[in-house]
C-alpha cells in the first residue's frame, strides 16, 4: 500500500498550490483521507479530512475558508486545494488514509491514520 504527494513547492504569499495524493495497492474509496503538515520544530498537526463517499470535510481552524479538500475515488486520489497561502503554512504535508472508526471523535488524530505518505514540501515566502 502506498501513498504517493505531489504538487509542493515554494510559492509565495497570497499564492495558490494544489497538492495530490495518488493511493495504490488498495482500493480507498471507503477509507477517510485527510492531510497534515509538520513545520519545524513542531508536531504534525491536522489540516483537512474528508470521508468516503466525499461526505462533510473538516478543516483546521487556521485553513478554513482557505483551503479544500476533495477525493476522487475513481483515481484513488485526494486533493488539497490551498489558496491565500501564508508563510505560517509552510510545512511538509503528509496524505493519510484509513479505515477510521468514530469519525467525528478520530478524524483530527493523526494516530488514527494507517497509512501515511512520505510527505511534499511547500514553501511560502513573505
Known amino acids: 500500500v502506498r501513498l504517493l504527494e505531489s504538487g509542493g513547492g515554494l510559492v509565495q504569499a497570497g499564492d495558490s498550490l494544489r497538492l495530490s495524493c495518488a493511493g495504490s495497492?488498495?482500493?480507498?474509496?471507503?477509507?477517510?483521507m485527510a492531510w497534515f503538515r509538520q513545520a519545524p520544530g513542531k508536531e504534525r498537526e491536522f489540516v483537512a479530512a474528508i470521508p468516503w463517499s466525499s461526505g462533510v470535510t473538516s478543516y483546521a481552524d487556521s485553513v478554513k475558508g482557505r483551503f479544500t479538500i476533495s477525493r476522487d475515488d475513481g483515481k484513488n486520489t485526494v486533493y488539497l486545494q490551498m489558496n491565500s497561502l501564508k508563510p505560517e503554512d509552510t510545512a511538509v504535508y503528509y496524505c493519510?488514509?484509513?479505515?477510521?472508526?468514530?469519525?467525528?471523535?478520530?478524524?483530527?488524530?493523526?494516530?488514527?491514520?494507517?497509512?501515511w505518505g512520505q510527505g511534499t514540501q511547500v514553501t511560502v515566502s513573505s
Open positions: 493519510a488514509a484509513g479505515p477510521l472508526l468514530r469519525y467525528s471523535e478520530n478524524y483530527r488524530r493523526a494516530i488514527a491514520y494507517a497509512y
Open positions: 495497492g488498495r482500493t480507498f474509496s471507503r477509507d477517510v
